[in-house]
């Protein structure tokens, strides 16, 4: 063969490697399926698309959650506040009525020591004072100097004795008629009074 032939017989070589290239492609081709359209695809995708709903429902709910967080909090917040506030007037009240109770205490402490002066005072009164009666000085009556707590009438009568004597032997006594007499006490007497009143000690 010359140089011709053997150019044809490439190019008619070439042609059917082609050809069988060509067919063995289409035929490669329709063989392999499209994994889009199996069925394990078609699940998958199915399920993951269920996950993405599920995913975002459970976000929706996610800030549902937090906005409802943030609202509780806010109010616990307020009541927190609220609560200081009632518990600040109360410990206010408090210390005002302790305060109170302080001042109510030393008023009573004052009124006890003005009771007790008073009653001091009333209790040496009534020691120096000499009603009607006979009564021996230095046992029964203080040594001293006595008026009438009143104007006598003319019926008073008082007499001082020495004692012991049972009023036999006298040493002073008056019939004063009006006024209000005075008698100068010593131990060793007796006196005795009638009708003239409350003798108070000077």
Do not use: H
């Not at 698309?49 to 976000?59: G, I, K």
């Not at 509780?72 to 917040?77: A, E, M």
């Not at 020591?113 to 021996?136: C, F, I, L, M, P």
């Amino acid at each position: 063969m010359g140089v011709a032939s053997n150019s044809k017989a490439r190019w008619i070589a070439a042609g059917v490697a082609a050809v069988v290239l060509f067919s063995g492609g289409a035929a490669f081709g329709s063989v392999l399926p499209d994994p889009t359209r199996s069925d394990e695809y078609v699940a998958l995708n199915e399920e993951n698309t269920e996950l993405d709903e599920s995913l975002a429902s459970m976000e929706e709910k996610y800030r549902g959650v937090r906005g409802k967080y943030a609202e509780l909090l806010t109010d616990i917040q307020d009541r927190e506040r609220a609560v200081d506030s009632e518990r600040k007037e109360v410990e206010e009240r408090e210390a005002a009525a302790a305060s109170a109770q302080e001042k109510v205490k030393a008023a009573e402490a004052a009124v006890k020591k003005r009771e007790d002066a008073a009653s001091g005072a009333e209790a040496k009164q009534a020691a120096n004072t000499v009603a009607e009666g006979t009564w021996t000085v230095g046992v029964d009556i203080e040594p001293g100097t006595y008026r009438t707590k009143e104007n006598v009438g003319s019926s008073c009568y008082w007499g001082i004795y020495t004692t012991g004597t049972n009023g036999d032997d006298i040493q002073a006594n008056d019939i004063p008629g009006g006024g209000r007499p005075m008698v100068t006490l010593v131990e060793g007497q007796d006196f005795t009074t009638r009708r003239c009143g409350a003798w108070q000690k000077q």
